[in-house]
């Protein structure tokens, strides 16, 4: 059975530094593109990266420069380094595995920006 | 980008009816890369239907899409209590981007 559990989520001041985790079982991180997803309080979805199996990557344009994707494929784990934090970046953040759309998903943890 | 607006914001209808959810995009997706989520309250998205007609695995045939260019469609044919739920769209086919949602509520 696939599983993705996210930690790491929290309340933390404007312009700090914060890190998520995801760790997966039931297949292997090495092998598998794998995303951050985050969603608002009462918002839509947004995409915020993407990390390809040989190591590339990928941001929106709204995290760009901030947050760092990064893999630890001998502990079939995911991260987001996400620093400079904003109150807009409030969210639970998904991890999810897929290229382009996301066919697992972990339950999310909450990030929240706010002093 | 590619905005994608979602219609209507909510879809009130009863078990056992036929729900139409509609999701435009600004532009063409390119090779109708096009996929529709479930969200239920406090749970993660679910995905549905990919490549704007494919159903997910497990997923039951009254869910179905359908559609190409900027026009999208997903259909329940038969609301099951288990169905209503927030429903997104999102395209795949330069960068991502997702719709903003429809709710089916329960009349």
């Known amino acids: 059975e696939v599983q993705l559990v996210e930690s790491g989520g929290g309340l933390i001041q404007p312009g700090g530094s914060l890190r998520l985790s995801c760790a997966v079982s039931g297949f292997t991180v090495s092998k598998n593109y794998m995303n951050w997803v985050r969603q608002a309080p009462g918002k839509g979805l947004e995409w915020v990266s993407l990390t390809y199996s040989d190591g590339i990557t990928y941001y929106a344009d709204s995290v760009k420069g901030r947050f760092t994707i990064s893999r630890d494929n001998s502990n079939d784990a995911v991260y987001l380094q996400m620093s400079s934090l904003r109150g807009e970046d409030t969210a639970v953040y998904y991890c999810?595995?897929?290229?382009?759309?996301?066919?697992?998903w972990g339950q999310g943890t909450l990030v929240t920006v706010s002093a | 980008e590619i905005v994608l607006t979602q219609s209507p914001g909510t879809l009130s209808l009863s078990p056992g009816e036929r729900a139409t959810l509609s999701c435009r995009a600004s532009?063409?997706?390119?090779?109708?890369?096009l996929a529709w989520y479930q969200q239920k309250p406090g749970q993660a998205p679910r995905l549905l239907i990919y490549?704007?007609?494919s159903r997910a695995t497990g997923i039951p045939d009254r869910f179905s899409g359908s559609g190409s260019g900027t026009d999208f469609t997903l259909t329940i044919s038969r609301l099951e209590p288990e169905d209503f739920a927030v429903y997104y769209c999102q395209q795949y086919g330069s960068s991502s981007t997702f719709g903003q949602g429809t709710k089916v509520e329960i009349k």
């Open positions: 490549g704007a007609s």
């Open positions: 999810a595995t897929g290229r382009r759309y996301f066919d697992y």
């Open positions: 532009q063409s997706v390119m090779s109708g890369f």
